[in-house]
């Protein structure tokens, strides 16, 4: 709160520009006192209030007078009382206003004045003359009916008045700020210890919501509108009364004259008119959907929350100030214009950060009948991110998503719901924090976003266990009432079982229906939990000894114990993807603590079990991921020590022969492993080559005594490739597959001969666009696409890397080669090189395509070869049709390239 302020309300109402409205605004919302009234209130007060400090007993009418004004309490507190004169009143005929409540509505039918009003103490009021609160009731009715009903007290008040009496002041207390300067730092720390006093006083004292969980819809509640958003919306509209009159027109609807309005598609095509920021219509709606959610937009056509772009009629609700005072917008200055145009890019990039978010929110406010497939499918997006959902398979998801509602509550201490209620809603939080408060302990929990409650009612039919409180501003929910949930959720929760430990979901099962009348070996199947207690699960229920369902290809040659097929993938899904959510180290620390589990108390089979059940784990790990699992030194000696620990506990045990063996035979293949990958090996085993007109990576010299074969490219195979200066002079490296992006510049540089400072790497592509390349990729030659070759250059020179002449492309085709094979041949031999490429893929390489933050780093060039195969299939296709010389050999290339498809 700043002087700025003050001096505009000093203003008559018609003295007061758009912008200087505008701050009033942007002040008013920062109010505890004021967050009941909407936004297009507030707008609309701060164009015609007058801001008065009154001190202690001032009497502001009798009983008996006639009203000119209405008034709403800042700060401070007003007595009602039911006498002319304030000496008549006792104690209990006194009721008293304090601040946030609002009287004088009697000015409406210019009814004499019921009750006499006394200040109490300092007072900070907001006074709209009556001609000006006519206006503002006509279009705020919502708002101001029985705002006075803030207040306890109001009952007994509005016991002796049909209405609450509009005051107007007997002795003016209204004062000239400009003055004297001491009285404006007075009103200012006034205005200061109020809010403090405010805040303090609101999350202290919980209020019932007044949209509780059996209401089918919910009043919208307009986000916190911060200064940022406030600005950039000022310099849009300024923007738009500069571009002239062309947009903005006095349009007639449904036979009554409305000033300034915009129809929204032409809003649309302005705003991508003026900026290169949006990618298409859709993103520029977005921003508009952020406009119209702050009430900077009115929808003057109808009450769709959604922007929509056609021909629906806006509003920018700083113009309908304007409506009673002028039939022309002052349009702004040059400097201001300037400033705007300076800062439109700032102001479009604050508004599209909130524009997802508002375009979700309005989706969610529509009716379920109401929503798209487009729209069903952005609020499962939002789902599929929620932690406490994630235990759901994605049909219930998609079903969610048609029906799920929003709930949104401004003010901490609204109660949701009281302990002891029926339960008929399901709560998830979207955005807040909630107290879960119990009668006679207290606040016994906190929930935060991403968390949910209220099912447990709904599952057993029974009263709410808990009362639930907000604890913060402006908390968002997402709502399933109780049918819907019977519907799609009740059965998934009661086949569901969450092992919690500290109040927290650790492990969510759920039960296996039985299938085509066939019995299921496995009773529950994991939906979500933390890593060591799948891993636990896993264990207990997968790799159980006594009734082993491990699958006989663990080790060829080496069966495992049992011998029947599983259909259950929960192992292979866990040994695949485990890197994704636990490192190595720790898996291995888990196993071990499974392992030596040896105690006095346990029992001997218990014993045997559980290590039987690691030692079975651990040969389906291996099994699995195969090499990759010995890159990481860390499980050498796990494996050592297993092995160790096993001829150890199978004299002791008598016990655990089989799973000996398994070991045995992991450490054999760790050593074969150590060999190859000793120096003299090394310097024996694969190398590969890029070659240099562009074709995919191909085997220069593979290991001693292989067949002649594809093989897969391994972490220390050496590859041959050129690296190329802007003159197109070149040097060739030999260097290991994985070797990153700035030992590659670091060695280029040092035979190139050039100085190794802000030196980058980069590919250029055929078509001249430049890929400057991360120093911390690998893998860089196998990840070229089809015609790119590798750059060095000064970081100032990039521009000088242009594509090489060979790049253009060949100019014969090779037809007549082509005549030579039958379809049948082509066929065979494209599928043997596809397959070579699709079998060299090792499932690791798809996870760090995916997942690209995935440590460690490895290579994924088998699959980069494999994605670019595709490629070169399809260029070659199109370069041979577009090369024949002749449209009778081109459809004699269609037909031969169409029976070769089929």
């Given at each position: 709160?700043d002087s700025?302020?003050?001096?505009?309300?000093?203003?008559?109402?018609r003295?007061?520009?758009?912008?200087?409205?505008?701050?009033?605004?942007d002040?008013?919302?920062?109010?505890?006192?004021?967050?009941?009234?909407?936004?297009?209130?507030?707008?609309?007060?701060?164009?015609?209030?007058?801001?008065e400090?009154?001190?202690?007993?001032v009497?502001l009418?009798?009983?008996?007078d006639?009203?000119?004004?209405?008034?709403?309490?800042?700060?401070?507190?007003?007595a009602?009382?039911?006498?002319?004169?304030?000496?008549?009143?006792?104690?209990?005929?006194?009721?008293i206003?304090?601040r946030?409540?609002?009287?004088g509505?009697?000015?409406?039918d210019?009814?004499?004045?019921?009750?006499?009003?006394?200040?109490?103490?300092?007072?900070?009021l907001?006074?709209?003359?009556?001609?000006?609160?006519?206006?503002?009731w006509?279009?705020n009715?919502n708002?101001?009916?029985?705002?006075a009903?803030?207040?306890?007290n109001?009952?007994?008040?509005?016991q002796?008045?049909?209405?609450?009496?509009?005051?107007?002041?007997v002795?003016?207390?209204v004062?000239?700020?400009?003055?004297?300067v001491?009285?404006?730092?007075?009103?200012?720390?006034?205005?200061?210890?109020?809010?403090r006093?405010g805040?303090?006083?609101?999350?202290?004292?919980p209020s019932?919501?007044n949209?509780?969980e059996?209401?089918?819809?919910?009043?919208?509640?307009?986000p916190?509108?911060?200064?940022?958003?406030?600005?950039?919306?000022?310099?849009?509209?300024?923007?738009?009364?500069?571009?002239?009159?062309?947009?903005?027109?006095?349009?007639?609807?449904?036979?009554?004259?409305?000033?300034?309005t915009?129809?929204?598609?032409?809003?649309?095509?302005?705003?991508?008119?003026?900026?290169?920021a949006?990618?298409?219509?859709s993103?520029?709606?977005?921003?508009?959907?952020?406009?119209?959610?702050?009430?900077?937009?009115?929808n003057?056509?109808?009450?769709?929350?959604?922007?929509?772009?056609?021909?629906?009629?806006?509003k920018?609700t700083?113009?309908s100030?304007?409506d009673?005072?002028?039939?022309?917008?002052?349009?702004?200055?040059?400097?201001?214009?300037?400033?705007?145009?300076?800062?439109?890019?700032?102001?479009?990039s604050?508004?599209?950060?909130?524009?997802?978010?508002?375009v979700?929110?309005a989706?969610?406010?529509?009716?379920?009948?109401?929503?798209?497939?487009?729209?069903v499918?952005?609020i499962?997006?939002?789902?599929?991110?929620?932690?406490?959902l994630?235990?759901?398979?994605?049909?219930?998801?998609?079903?969610?998503a048609?029906?799920?509602?929003?709930?949104?509550h401004?003010?901490?201490?609204t109660?949701?719901?009281?302990?002891?209620?029926e339960?008929?809603?399901?709560?998830v939080i979207?955005?807040?924090?909630v107290?879960v408060v119990?009668?006679?302990?207290?606040?016994?929990?906190?929930?935060?976003?991403g968390?949910?409650?209220g099912?447990?009612?709904?599952?057993?039919?029974?009263?709410r266990?808990?009362t639930?409180?907000?604890?913060?501003?402006?908390?968002?929910f997402?709502?399933?009432?109780?049918d819907?949930?019977?519907?799609?959720?009740?059965d998934?929760?009661?086949n569901?079982v969450?092992?919690q430990e500290?109040g927290?979901?650790?492990?969510?099962?759920?039960k296996?229906?039985p299938?085509s009348?066939k019995?299921?070996?496995?009773?529950?199947t994991?939906m979500?939990?933390v890593?060591?207690?799948?891993?636990?699960?896993?264990?207990e229920t997968?790799?159980?000894?006594?009734?082993?369902?491990?699958?006989e290809?663990?080790?060829?040659?080496?069966s495992?114990?049992?011998s029947?097929l599983?259909?259950d993938?929960?192992?292979?899904?866990?040994l695949?993807?485990?890197i994704?959510?636990?490192?190595?180290?720790?898996?291995?620390?888990?196993l071990?603590?499974?392992y030596?589990?040896?105690?006095?108390?346990q029992?001997?089979?218990?014993?045997?079990?559980?290590?039987?059940?690691?030692?079975?784990?651990?040969?389906?790990w291996v099994?699995?991921i195969?090499?990759?699992?010995?890159?990481?030194?860390?499980?050498?000696?796990?494996?050592?020590?297993l092995l160790?620990?096993l001829?150890?506990?199978?004299e002791?045990?008598?016990?655990?022969?089989?799973?000996?063996?398994?070991?045995?035979?992991?450490?054999?293949?760790?050593?074969?492993?150590?060999?190859?990958?000793?120096?003299?090996?090394?310097?024996?085993?694969?190398?590969w080559?890029?070659?240099?007109?562009?074709?995919?990576?191909?085997l220069?010299s593979?290991?001693?005594?292989?067949?002649?074969?594809q093989?897969?490219?391994r972490?220390?195979d050496?590859?041959?490739?050129?690296?190329?200066?802007?003159?197109?002079?070149?040097?060739?490296l030999r260097?290991?597959?994985?070797t990153?992006?700035?030992a590659?510049?670091?060695?280029?540089?040092?035979?190139?001969?050039?100085?190794?400072?802000?030196?980058?790497?980069?590919?250029?592509?055929s078509?001249?666009?430049?890929?400057?390349?991360?120093?911390?990729?690998?893998?860089i030659?196998?990840g070229?696409?089809?015609?790119?070759?590798?750059?060095?250059?000064?970081?100032?020179h990039?521009?000088?890397?242009?594509?090489?002449?060979?790049?253009?492309?060949?100019s014969?085709?090779t037809?007549?080669?082509?005549?030579?094979?039958s379809?049948?041949?082509?066929?065979y031999f494209?599928?043997?090189?596809?397959?070579?490429?699709?079998?060299?893929?090792?499932?690791?390489?798809?996870l760090?395509?995916?997942?690209?933050?995935?440590k460690?780093?490895?290579?994924?060039?088998?699959?980069?070869i494999f994605?670019?195969?595709?490629?070169?299939?399809?260029f070659w296709?199109?370069?041979?049709?577009?090369?024949?010389?002749?449209?009778g050999r081109?459809?004699t290339?269609l037909?031969?390239?169409?029976?070769?498809?089929?």
């Amino acid at each position: 709160m700043d002087s700025e302020w003050l001096n505009i309300f000093e203003k008559r109402p018609r003295d007061r520009s758009s912008k200087e409205c505008e701050v009033l605004f942007d002040s008013l919302r920062k109010w505890k006192s004021l967050d009941r009234f909407s936004v297009g209130f507030l707008r609309r007060l701060s164009a015609f209030a007058y801001l008065e400090e009154l001190g202690d007993g001032v009497t502001l009418y009798r009983k008996g007078d006639r009203g000119t004004s209405w008034y709403l309490i800042l700060s401070g507190e007003i007595a009602a009382i039911p006498y002319r004169d304030q000496n008549e009143a006792n104690a209990t005929s006194v009721s008293i206003l304090d601040r946030g409540s609002t009287f004088g509505e009697s000015v409406l039918d210019d009814a004499p004045r019921k009750m006499t009003a006394v200040t109490r103490g300092p007072c900070l009021l907001l006074r709209v003359e009556k001609k000006d609160f006519i206006q503002l009731w006509e279009r705020n009715k919502n708002d101001l009916t029985g705002t006075a009903n803030g207040n306890p007290n109001v009952a007994h008040f509005q016991q002796h008045s049909k209405s609450v009496d509009s005051m107007t002041p007997v002795s003016s207390p209204v004062h000239n700020f400009s003055r004297s300067v001491s009285s404006k730092h007075l009103i200012l720390q006034n205005l200061q210890n109020s809010e403090r006093r405010g805040s303090a006083s609101s999350s202290r004292t919980p209020s019932r919501s007044n949209s509780t969980e059996s209401s089918s819809t919910q009043s919208t509640v307009l986000p916190e509108v911060t200064n940022d958003q406030a600005f950039a919306s000022s310099i849009l509209h300024m923007l738009l009364l500069e571009s002239g009159n062309s947009i903005v027109r006095d349009r007639n609807v449904q036979g009554r004259i409305v000033k300034r309005t915009l129809i929204g598609s032409d809003l649309v095509d302005w705003l991508l008119s003026i900026s290169s920021a949006f990618q298409n219509r859709s993103h520029a709606c977005s921003l508009l959907q952020v406009l119209l959610e702050e009430g900077v937009l009115e929808n003057i056509t109808s009450d769709a929350v959604q922007f929509q772009d056609r021909g629906v009629l806006y509003k920018f609700t700083q113009d309908s100030y304007l409506d009673d005072f002028s039939d022309e917008v002052p349009l702004p200055s040059r400097e201001e214009i300037r400033e705007a145009e300076t800062r439109k890019d700032d102001a479009i990039s604050i508004l599209l950060k909130k524009a997802p978010d508002a375009v979700l929110r309005a989706i969610l406010r529509k009716h379920p009948e109401e929503r798209t497939e487009e729209d069903v499918e952005a609020i499962y997006e939002e789902l599929v991110h929620i932690s406490s959902l994630s235990h759901l398979s994605t049909s219930i998801k998609r079903e969610l998503a048609s029906v799920i509602a929003f709930e949104s509550h401004p003010k901490p201490g609204t109660i949701l719901f009281q302990q002891g209620d029926e339960g008929t809603s399901w709560y998830v939080i979207l955005k807040g924090s909630v107290n879960v408060v119990i009668h006679g302990k207290g606040v016994v929990n906190m929930l935060k976003e991403g968390e949910d409650f209220g099912q447990l009612a709904l599952v057993n039919n029974a009263p709410r266990a808990a009362t639930i409180v907000t604890r913060e501003q402006g908390c968002h929910f997402l709502r399933v009432d109780k049918d819907d949930f019977n519907r799609i959720l009740r059965d998934v929760e009661a086949n569901t079982v969450r092992l919690q430990e500290h109040g927290k979901d650790v492990l969510v099962l759920e039960k296996v229906p039985p299938s085509s009348g066939k019995p299921s070996m496995y009773k529950y199947t994991v939906m979500a939990g933390v890593p060591s207690k799948m891993l636990e699960h896993l264990l207990e229920t997968r790799l159980d000894s006594r009734n082993l369902e491990t699958r006989e290809e663990i080790i060829p040659g080496k069966s495992s114990i049992g011998s029947t097929l599983t259909t259950d993938y929960f192992l292979d899904d866990y040994l695949l993807t485990y890197i994704l959510f636990m490192p190595t180290p720790q898996l291995i620390s888990e196993l071990e603590k499974n392992y030596r589990i040896d105690s006095s108390s346990q029992d001997r089979e218990f014993v045997i079990a559980n290590k039987s059940r690691v030692v079975q784990f651990v040969n389906q790990w291996v099994a699995t991921i195969r090499d990759p699992v010995f890159d990481e030194k860390c499980t050498h000696e796990f494996f050592e020590n297993l092995l160790v620990w096993l001829k150890e506990d199978s004299e002791a045990l008598l016990a655990l022969e089989e799973e000996l063996e398994m070991i045995e035979h992991i450490v054999a293949l760790l050593n074969d492993f150590r060999a190859q990958q000793s120096p003299n090996k090394r310097k024996l085993g694969q190398t590969w080559t890029l070659p240099s007109g562009g074709q995919s990576v191909t085997l220069f010299s593979k290991h001693e005594g292989e067949e002649d074969r594809q093989r897969a490219i391994r972490s220390t195979d050496d590859i041959i490739f050129r690296v190329y200066c802007s003159d197109h002079t070149y040097c060739t490296l030999r260097l290991p597959i994985s070797t990153s992006a700035e030992a590659i510049k670091n060695s280029a540089s040092d035979k190139l001969g050039l100085k190794h400072s802000d030196l980058v790497l980069g590919e250029v592509r055929s078509t001249g666009e430049k890929i400057i390349i991360p120093n911390s990729d690998i893998a860089i030659p196998t990840g070229l696409s089809i015609n790119g070759r590798l750059f060095i250059s000064p970081r100032e020179h990039i521009d000088a890397m242009t594509p090489l002449p060979d790049q253009e492309g060949p100019s014969d085709g090779t037809g007549s080669e082509l005549e030579m094979f039958s379809t049948r041949e082509l066929a065979y031999f494209i599928t043997l090189a596809d397959w070579e490429h699709f079998n060299a893929v090792h499932e690791y390489e798809l996870l760090h395509h995916v997942c690209r933050d995935v440590k460690p780093k490895r290579i994924k060039s088998n699959l980069d070869i494999f994605l670019r195969r595709f490629n070169e299939l399809q260029f070659w296709i199109v370069t041979e049709i577009c090369l024949a010389g002749t449209l009778g050999r081109r459809v004699t290339l269609l037909r031969k390239f169409i029976k070769l498809a089929a």
